[in-house]
């Protein structure tokens, strides 16, 4: 069973600095990482993804990935209250099947 | 574009009645999912369309679930009959096919599922 697993939380950060979420995963084959955003009551919102092969960063928000370690990680830099939203990480394990195996989430709150 | 189209946006129904989602893919993606989220379960895929044939439908919780496909702009969802643990989110999403360098999702608004 590909498991995806993620620090509930909450995870409360003051307003401007950097907020740090994390997850792991099972499968040593995963060839995608993926980042969403669900603000209550809203639907997944993708953030960004990256592959296996690199770390993306994109305006306030960065993915890295420690494949030896086998987790990926999610930074946003200079934390706005309008990010307090539950993230969540989803992982691709390559192949044929093409289907997300999404951690449960990390609600993240942004203080003023 | 307008992105996955969902419809109803919320349902209450009582046990034992037939109830149906519908989703609208985003034009042109060939992929097309859906998923139930709860508060205990988190997001969970129920079954997935790869130009409108089912392919893996293994997360399906029992016979009383069914999905159809019948043209690459519409999916229905049924439960029949529903129970109160099928009180739930349920989202459709879709996806581009992967040669276009992803497999990323967009999901639409969800509809949530009140069974009394």
């Known amino acids: 069973q590909k498991e995806v697993e993620q620090n509930s939380g909450p995870l409360s950060v003051p307003e401007g600095a950097i907020a740090s979420l994390n997850c792991t995963y099972s499968?040593?084959?995963?060839?995608?990482f993926f980042w969403y955003r669900q603000y209550s009551g809203k639907s997944p919102e993708l953030i960004m993804f990256i592959y296996s092969n690199g770390d993306k960063e994109d305006g306030r928000f960065t993915a890295q990935l420690n494949k030896a370690s086998q987790y990926v990680s999610l930074l946003i830099r200079d934390s706005q209250p309008s990010d307090s939203a539950t993230y969540l990480c989803a992982v691709w394990s390559g192949g044929s099947n093409y289907k997300l195996t999404f951690g449960k989430g990390t609600l993240l709150t942004v203080n003023p | 574009d307008a992105g996955v189209i969902q419809s109803p946006r919320h349902e209450v129904t009582e046990m034992g009645q037939e109830v149906t989602l519908r989703c609208k893919p985003i034009?042109?993606?060939?992929?097309l999912f859906w998923y139930r989220q709860t508060m205990m379960r988190g997001l969970e895929l129920l079954i997935y369309?790869?130009?409108?044939?089912?392919?893996?439908d293994s997360g399906m919780p029992e016979d009383r679930f069914s999905a159809k496909m019948p043209n690459a702009s519409f999916s229905t969802l049924k439960i029949q009959p529903s129970e109160p643990r099928d009180s739930a989110v349920y989202f459709c999403?879709?996806?581009?096919?992967?040669?276009?360098?992803?497999?990323?999702?967009?999901f639409g608004p969800g509809t949530r599922l009140t069974v009394l």
């Open positions: 034009s042109g993606h060939d992929y």
């Open positions: 999403a879709s996806s581009p096919d992967r040669t276009s360098g992803g497999n990323e999702q967009f």
């Open positions: 499968d040593r084959g995963s060839q995608s």
């Open positions: 369309f790869n130009n409108n044939v089912p392919i893996d």
